[in-house]
């Protein structure tokens, strides 16, 4: 996270909406209410600090409880839903992610066994399932959703495309649900924002919490987003895939692909995790092609040395040199990407032919695979203590929120503070470096 954007982090950034009084005593027992402050957990009266050291929290030059601060995730004593009478829908939107069906078990399990809530209906097929247009909704319980965590991609189905809020609201309104998870990336949050505030202005105290979705680990303010962890780990396979291709014949060269629009994470990380890559390139850092500290002439030197050669590169890298080319957009609006891994891997072939290098080229593109896999138990965990904090949140009626982790706590954030901006790589921050001195590559910034 940027020093800056931090510093400029005012009061109305942080503050969660909340649908009214909590009046209903919470029917959690068994001493879930009970603990004591600690170390490791941030009692309901209390606030987790958004700065992580003194430095930038001395910069600020104000007051100990002056310092920004995020609402603490975790149960409340008092709720704003009767959960005998609650109603609550989930759906899915945007693109796969490990652990999308881990967190529809969680929010289940967690209503029904914990809070009492029994009516829970499974929206079909991301925003489209909360149109006339979609199909029925299916009703969740423990029962149904058992084994779905096993599964990677998610039981409820997804999609792209963009659906009118009053439209959504409106079928809210009709199926009487009284909360809406929305579990998705930046587009689904900014739809649950529209929700959210279409609700608000039609005076229905519709509580709508995200759980933030993406395996590109592009939504700020969160320590690191559900799935990421096993999408990298699948990454780094098939860049183990290609080290061994590479290492294994007389100028082997070998270009793995990855996932990655705006925010190069899963490529650093699966390089980190991997241990033989000789040059990752990201979208955040604009290394050029030609030239003594470009591309081609790292790889060149990089074959000449060990006789072999590793890169990989995020799908978000280098799409300036297609500019003048018309890639148009998805059906939510995101721009289609060029395929940098073909050019890549063609520019590579030509420059090293025309060098006179012997060089075997082998291009690896791991695609949906990485995304497509079910959560790894570090990602499980993640996910079912997510779903945990997304209905505490919900049944205390936050609205507009999401459920996140900030320096290792729960933590209720506003949705528009983490849509606003985009976690990406900071090319002069402690992850870039470690990846530069795994890599040997030249430095870029
Ligand atoms: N600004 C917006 N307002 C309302 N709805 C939006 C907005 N942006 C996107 N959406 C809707 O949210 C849904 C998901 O958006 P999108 O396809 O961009 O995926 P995402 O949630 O960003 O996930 P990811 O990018 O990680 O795959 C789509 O139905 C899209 O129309
Ligand atoms: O092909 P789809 O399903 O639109 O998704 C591709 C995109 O989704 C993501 O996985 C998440 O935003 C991106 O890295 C990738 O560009
Ligand atoms: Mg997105």
Not at 79 to 84: G, N, S, T, V
């Amino acid at each position: 996270m940027d020093t800056d954007e931090q510093l400029q982090l005012t009061p109305e950034h942080l503050a969660v909406r909340t649908l009214g009084e909590l009046t209903f005593p919470s029917p959690l027992d068994g001493g879930l209410l009970e603990r004591g402050e600690s170390m490791h957990y941030v009692g309901e009266h209390d606030r987790v600090l958004v700065d992580g050291t003194l430095g930038v929290a001395s910069r600020r030059g104000v007051p100990v409880e002056e310092l920004p601060t995020f609402e603490p995730g975790g149960p409340r004593r008092k709720l704003y839903f009767d959960p005998k009478k609650t109603k609550v829908g989930i759906v899915t939107c945007g693109g796969l992610c490990p652990g999308l069906n881990n967190v529809i078990r969680g929010l289940v399990g967690e209503l029904a066994e914990h809070y009492g809530v029994h009516s829970v209906l499974g929206f079909r097929d991301g925003y489209l399932g909360l149109t006339p247009l979609g199909a029925e909704p299916v009703e969740l319980t423990p029962e149904s959703v058992r084994w779905i965590n096993q599964q990677g991609g998610t039981v409820l189905g997804t999609s792209r495309g963009g659906q009118d809020p009053k439209v959504m609201v409106e079928t809210l309104r009709l199926r009487q649900i009284d909360v809406l998870f929305v579990i998705g990336g930046d587009g689904s949050l900014r739809g649950a924002q529209a929700i959210a505030d279409e609700s608000l202005r039609q005076g229905l105290p519709i509580a709508v919490v995200g759980v933030p979705k993406t395996i590109d680990n592009d939504i700020p303010w969160i320590d690191r987003s559900f799935g990421f962890q096993t999408a990298f780990g699948r990454a780094a396979e098939s860049i183990r895939s290609a080290a061994t291709e590479a290492r294994s014949h007389r100028g082997g060269v070998g270009l793995v692909k990855l996932m990655g629009r705006h925010s190069g994470f899963i490529a650093a990380y699966a390089t980190l995790a991997s241990d033989d890559v000789d040059l990752v390139l990201i979208p955040e850092v604009p290394m050029p092609l030609d030239g003594e500290r470009g591309v081609l002439a790292h790889v060149e030197r990089t074959l000449d040395r060990q006789g072999h050669a590793l890169i990989v590169v995020a799908e978000g890298y280098g799409q300036d040199m297609f500019a003048g080319t018309e890639g148009g957009a998805d059906p939510s609006g995101n721009a289609k990407l060029f395929d940098i891994g073909k050019k890549l891997r063609d520019e590579l072939g030509s420059h090293l032919t025309a060098a006179g290098t012997d060089f075997q080229l082998r291009y690896v593109d791991p695609g949906y695979a990485i995304r497509s896999v079910p959560a790894n138990s570090h990602d499980s965990v993640y996910c079912t203590r997510l779903a945990q904090a997304a209905v505490h949140a919900a049944m205390a009626g936050r609205t507009a929120t999401v459920a996140g982790r900030w320096h290792g706590r729960f933590v209720n954030l506003p949705i528009p503070l983490v849509t606003r901006t985009r976690n990406q790589v900071d090319p002069r921050g402690d992850l870039w470096l470690s990846v530069l001195e795994a890599t040997g590559q030249p430095v870029h910034v």
